[in-house]
């Protein structure tokens, strides 16, 4: 049974994601689009089409143009949206990488992604370097300034005229984050400028009370989707003004929405659970927030009354990936009510079903499969991965999502759990065969096993499981991991054992480790 949305289809133009996003900037002018919430560093709508134009220019004038790759390593800054604009005008590909990445993780993304140039910020330049040595990049950029790094400001100061260019919105790319889809390690997601442009607009019409009167908080990082296109891009299509923070700590997070008087909150769950629990809640004056809108991961219905009755305002949820741009369903926020624990319905031009995880066939109200959509949003492929994209977009165009769910006689969507074994810490994806492969480069591990485990703050934090063939402690194990990846990778537990279950293939049985722990906690 295929579940459609509520509302009747929206028309997409095959227009170019920029000039959709900046089409009402000159119009807008002294309103203020995008604010500096540590600094108060502010860019009006006027200042910051102008500021995007002239970056344009400038990356032209080095020799950036369509189809080139720039990278941005750098956590939330207003200048992160002027760079992604600034490319993406003149038909460029920006990857966007997660700020706490390892050297050895940049230079992996930058090689795969083959990006050309790469911005960043003062205190990444080293990892920064090391990467971009390995990788050969022509030319490093930091907001702001520090040495041995060419200033990004100096891309605005040449004033020159765009060079023409012929974007196709179906075909031509402007983002590449990266994901690790249902399995493995991480792969270029190919978004093209029709797919953000889709999902811009059918979210807005799913955002059913998003104006360009409220006020954002953008803690939702950048380099990832959810952050970029729901946050970032779609609030500058609406004409609504952008308050970046760097980094997420309660206090100031809390501060900021009081200062800024931030009336449209977009979350993770973790924040959720703060916002429910976290005593320093009571020290600030929260009233300007209307609507909390949670997603990345799943949001228990507990927790989601629990804030909903602190706060006192509704706190909704929606589902994707980054392989649908990202938004395929969520709790409309116009309704006047919701269904407890559900990420809602199909937005506009989205269809979506639920099929038997064994035989692929349709399931109907109530029945549990997995969960796959269909619609333009659904990503490009796989950069230079067409097996992994044959194996997650069928012949039909169903892209399958590799979670487990259900839905109702109303078509209210419910996640229970994944088919794929990623590990989903804060929203970020961990891949466990990254974390595998590492601990079977230790010289004390013979095999290995990780998979997520609960955690109230997180959602999921993962453990390992390893047979030795030589001395070592579980301490120094995961020392050893801790080194070599970002900190939200880093193993929480690790048990020694004296075999890891896997099938007749040779495949690892993550499942049955999974049922093991779970009986293990109770």
Same mark, same amino acid.
């Given at each position: ?156 100061? /040449?004033? /020159? ?18 994901? @690790?889809?249902?399995? &493995? ?63 997420? !700590? ?23 659970? /703060? ?19 949670? &997603? ?11 804030? @909903? ?13 980054? !392989? ?56 490009? &492929? ?19 999502? /590799? ?53 109230? !703050? ?63 906690? &109770?």
């Amino acid at each position: 049974m295929i579940v459609r949305p509520p509302e009747p289809p929206i028309e997409i133009p095959d227009v170019p994601l920029t000039p959709l996003v900046l089409a009402r900037a000159d119009a807008l002018g002294d309103k203020p689009a995008l604010v500096d919430a540590p600094s108060g560093r502010t860019y009006t709508y006027a200042q910051f089409a102008a500021a995007v134009r002239a970056t344009a220019s400038g990356l032209a004038g080095r020799g950036f143009g369509k189809g080139d790759v720039l990278a941005i390593f750098s956590p939330n800054l207003p200048e992160y949206a002027i760079a992604f604009h600034g490319a993406a005008l003149i038909g460029g590909i920006v990857t966007t990488i997660n700020p706490l990445y390892t050297a050895a993780e940049l230079a992996y993304q930058l090689k795969d992604a083959r990006a050309r140039d790469l911005i960043t910020v003062g205190p990444f330049l080293d990892k920064a370097r090391e990467a971009a040595a390995e990788c050969g990049l022509r030319e490093v950029f930091v907001f702001g300034e520090a040495d041995g790094a060419t200033p990004f400001a100096s891309l605005q100061k /040449g004033g /020159g005229t765009l060079p023409p260019v012929d974007i196709d919105p179906r075909e031509d790319l402007v983002a590449m984050p990266y994901s @690790s889809g249902t399995t &493995g390690l991480s792969k270029g997601v190919m978004l093209t400028h029709r797919n953000l442009v889709a999902n811009i607009l059918q979210s807005r019409a799913a955002f059913d009370a998003l104006s360009g009167d409220d006020r954002v908080l953008a803690i939702l990082p950048f380099f990832h989707i959810y952050g970029l296109v729901v946050v970032l891009n779609l609030g500058l299509h609406m004409g609504t003004t952008i308050v970046t923070l760097p980094r997420f !700590e309660m206090e100031s997070f809390l501060k900021a929405i009081q200062d800024h008087r931030i009336t449209y909150g977009y979350v993770v769950p973790p924040i959720v659970l /703060g916002l429910a629990k976290h005593p320093l809640v009571d020290q600030f004056d929260l009233k300007s927030l209307r609507v909390v809108f949670s &997603g990345a991961a799943p949001l228990g219905a507990e927790l989601s009354a629990a804030a @909903s009755a602190r706060l006192g305002v509704r706190v909704l949820q929606g589902y994707g990936l980054t !392989e649908t741009s990202p938004v395929t369903h969520c709790v409309r926020v116009g309704s006047p009510t919701g269904v407890a624990g559900s990420v809602g319905q199909p937005i506009p031009n989205t269809e979506a079903k639920v099929v038997d995880v064994a035989t692929g066939a349709e399931l109907g109200p109530g029945q549990e499969g997995e969960i796959c959509m269909r619609g333009p949003q659904v990503m490009k &492929g796989y950069l230079n991965r067409p097996d992994a994209t044959a194996a997650m977009i069928d012949p039909e165009g169903w892209l399958h999502s /590799g979670d487990i769910g259900y839905f109702d006689e109303n078509g209210n969507f419910f996640i229970v759990d994944r088919v794929k074994e990623l590990i989903k810490y804060k929203g970020l994806q961990i891949a466990p065969a990254e974390l595998e492969a590492l601990l079977i480069s230790h010289p004390a591990v013979a095999d290995a096993a990780v998979i997520p485990v609960p955690d109230d !703050e997180a959602g999921q934090v993962p453990k390992g499981f390893v047979v030795l063939k030589a001395a070592a402690t579980p301490e120094e194990i995961m020392a050893y991991v801790a080194e070599r990846v970002a900190p939200f990778k880093k193993l929480r537990y690790l048990d020694v054992i004296e075999q890891v279950p896997k099938s007749p293939s040779g495949k690892i049985l993550r499942r049955l480790l999974v049922d093991k722990e779970r009986a293990a906690r &109770g």
